[in-house]
């Protein structure tokens, strides 16, 4: 039996089932993320001076995968676009490219920005001991400026505590890092005083230091800026009893508020991207038998397809700024 | 309504909107890039003005707000094509523009009852 208004347009409404149910499905997600964005001010207006972090993440890379969206968003109502007009091959060429788009922005994501934040360590430093690592944080030369505090180390972690979750990691970094300064010829102290890369002392952690903690008092480090700045061979000692919170991490979603909603949202995001792709694929595909039989039919699918899409892009706009600039 | 009249229906319907409507997609095309090319660009203002100080760290985020939301609403409007969507749909919208800033009003409400114990309080 045929279900009513499954292909045509009901006359009150002017709308066929599968659209309708597709705004409504939008309008919960719609809920979803505003109730994740919610929390989101809340975190940020709640976080003191200093504790949310600028300029963290890649703009270079957050942009690009900005664009492949905005490329995938136009690809996907050309493919519809042109089926409206009957031309399947052209969109079969429109929707594979929105699938590649799609592709491409979850291996940026997962194979590049993820991983790199899950090998980058941070500490949060004690209010008391902040004057303690001073030649890390410049607090004076902000403060002068009124700018934010820093209030914390971070870079590649080269020792950890023994007994600790990252003693390992610690040690294979530790490793690269003597390869590096091998190469350079630093290794003695031929060009200054040489890093300190393990200390005998098993409370302490020992950071390759980001520029930020490197140059704290350098002009260029005072604002975020466009261009990641490369790893420094400097190092930076931090007693874990100077460090704030029980459970110094990389910057996954336990290490601060700010990574607890990136992660949140740009992995649920990263899902609605992943099901649009297999979606698409599906309609790329073996899904295309329905054109055969009812090209209209599969038109709306597309249609309705597509507005999820836009939806997921539509997040993401909202995302990049908040997440990557601000 | 039987299967076959549904069938034929649809049919007719597919053949009219093909005819009708061919070079009206057809010139779409060339919008749908456009649009496509404007909200590159306005990527490309959102991450410039970022570098900007505007006086202080909020205004800074309502101006990229601002060309989010301008953004948001191309999207919308020509991709989602709600310029000229039914009232149905648009009926949708407002009851989620409804709920959705009670949503955020609900969050706001810390500003005058705060939460004890986050940070906030300690302002």
Same mark, same amino acid.
């Given at each position: 039996?045929?279900?009513?208004?499954?292909?045509?347009?009901?006359?009150?409404?002017?709308?066929?089932?599968?659209?309708?149910?597709?705004?409504?499905?939008?309008?919960?997600?719609?809920?979803?993320?505003?109730?994740?964005?919610?929390?989101?001010?809340?975190?940020?207006?709640?976080?003191?001076?200093?504790?949310?972090?600028?300029?963290?993440?890649?703009?270079?890379?957050?942009?690009?995968?900005?664009?492949?969206?905005?490329?995938?968003?136009?690809?996907?109502?050309?493919?519809?676009?042109?089926?409206?007009?009957?031309?399947?091959?052209?969109?079969?060429?429109?929707?594979?490219?929105?699938?590649?788009?799609?592709?491409?922005?979850?291996?940026?994501?997962?194979?590049?920005?993820?991983?790199?934040?899950?090998?980058?360590?941070?500490?949060?430093?004690?209010?008391?001991?902040?004057?303690?690592?001073?030649?890390? =944080?410049?607090?004076?030369? =902000?403060?002068?400026?009124?700018?934010?505090?820093?209030?914390?180390?971070?870079?590649?972690?080269?020792?950890?505590?023994?007994?600790?979750?990252?003693?390992?990691?610690?040690?294979?970094?530790?490793?690269?890092?003597?390869?590096?300064?091998?190469?350079?010829?630093?290794?003695?102290?031929?060009?200054?005083?040489?890093?300190?890369?393990?200390?005998?002392?098993?409370?302490?952690?020992?950071?390759?230091?980001?520029?930020?903690?490197?140059?704290?008092?350098?002009?260029?480090?005072?604002?975020?800026?466009?261009?990641?700045?490369?790893?420094?061979?400097?190092?930076?000692?931090?007693?874990?009893?100077?460090?704030?919170?029980?459970?110094?991490?990389?910057?996954?979603?336990?290490?601060?508020?700010?990574?607890?909603?990136?992660?949140?949202?740009?992995?649920?995001?990263?899902?609605?991207?992943?099901?649009?792709?297999?979606?698409?694929?599906?309609?790329?595909?073996?899904?295309?038998?329905?054109?055969?039989?009812?090209?209209?039919?599969?038109?709306?699918?597309?249609?309705?397809?597509? =507005?999820?899409?836009?939806?997921?892009?539509?997040?993401?706009?909202?995302?990049?700024?908040?997440?990557?600039?601000? | $309504?039987?299967?076959?009249?549904?069938?034929?229906?649809?049919?007719?319907?597919?053949?009219?909107?093909?005819?009708?409507?061919?070079?009206?997609?057809? $010139?779409?095309?060339? &919008?749908?890039?456009?649009?496509?090319?404007?909200?590159?660009?306005?990527?490309? %203002?959102?991450?410039? &003005?970022?570098?900007?100080?505007?006086?202080?760290?909020?205004?800074?985020?309502?101006?990229? $707000?601002? %060309?989010?939301?301008?953004?948001?609403?191309? %999207?919308?409007?020509?991709? $989602?094509?709600?310029?000229?969507?039914?009232?149905?749909?648009?009926?949708?919208?407002?009851?989620?523009?409804?709920? %959705?800033?009670?949503?955020?009003?609900?969050?706001?409400?810390?500003?005058?009852?705060?939460?004890?114990?986050?940070?906030?309080?300690?302002?």
């Amino acid at each position: 039996m045929q279900i009513p208004h499954e292909v045509t347009a009901r006359p009150d409404t002017g709308l066929y089932n599968a659209k309708l149910g597709i705004w409504l499905f939008l309008a919960s997600e719609v809920m979803l993320f505003g109730g994740l964005f919610s929390g989101y001010i809340f975190l940020r207006l709640g976080a003191e001076p200093g504790y949310w972090p600028h300029g963290l993440l890649n703009v270079p890379v957050g942009t690009f995968n900005t664009a492949v969206l905005i490329l995938s968003s136009v690809t996907v109502v050309l493919a519809w676009a042109s089926l409206k007009m009957r031309q399947f091959s052209r969109y079969k060429l429109y929707m594979g490219i929105t699938i590649l788009c799609g592709i491409l922005f979850l291996v940026v994501k997962l194979a590049y920005e993820y991983p790199q934040k899950f090998t980058h360590f941070g500490v949060f430093i004690k209010k008391d001991a902040l004057g303690k690592y001073e030649q890390y =944080l410049g607090n004076q030369h =902000l403060a002068a400026l009124k700018l934010d505090p820093r209030v914390e180390i971070s870079g590649h972690l080269l020792d950890a505590p023994k007994g600790s979750h990252y003693e390992k990691v610690a040690q294979e970094n530790a490793e690269h890092f003597r390869h590096l300064l091998h190469e350079g010829g630093a290794e003695h102290g031929e060009h200054g005083e040489a890093p300190i890369v393990t200390t005998d002392d098993p409370n302490d952690y020992v950071i390759q230091l980001d520029p930020a903690n490197a140059n704290p008092t350098d002009p260029a480090n005072e604002r975020p800026s466009f261009w990641a700045k490369p790893q420094t061979m400097k190092t930076a000692v931090v007693q874990a009893a100077d460090i704030d919170g029980p459970h110094p991490s990389m910057y996954i979603p336990r290490h601060s508020p700010y990574f607890a909603v990136y992660f949140t949202i740009t992995g649920l995001h990263g899902l609605h991207v992943l099901g649009g792709v297999l979606i698409f694929i599906y309609f790329w595909g073996p899904g295309t038998e329905l054109y055969r039989r009812n090209p209209e039919h599969f038109t709306n699918r597309i249609e309705v397809v597509g =507005l999820f899409w836009h939806f997921v892009d539509l997040v993401w706009i909202f995302v990049f700024p908040l997440f990557y600039l601000l | $309504m039987s299967d076959s009249k549904e069938h034929s229906h649809d049919t007719h319907a597919a053949v009219t909107t093909d005819a009708a409507s061919h070079d009206a997609h057809n $010139m779409h095309f060339g &919008l749908y890039w456009g649009i496509g090319g404007v909200l590159i660009a306005l990527t490309g %203002v959102t991450v410039w &003005l970022s570098y900007f100080d505007f006086g202080s760290r909020e205004r800074n985020i309502v101006i990229a $707000m601002l %060309v989010a939301t301008f953004k948001v609403s191309l %999207v919308g409007a020509i991709f $989602m094509h709600l310029k000229g969507e039914k009232p149905t749909i648009w009926r949708f919208l407002y009851f989620t523009a409804f709920f %959705v800033t009670g949503l955020f009003l609900l969050t706001a409400l810390h500003w005058v009852d705060p939460i004890f114990g986050t940070q906030h309080n300690l302002h």
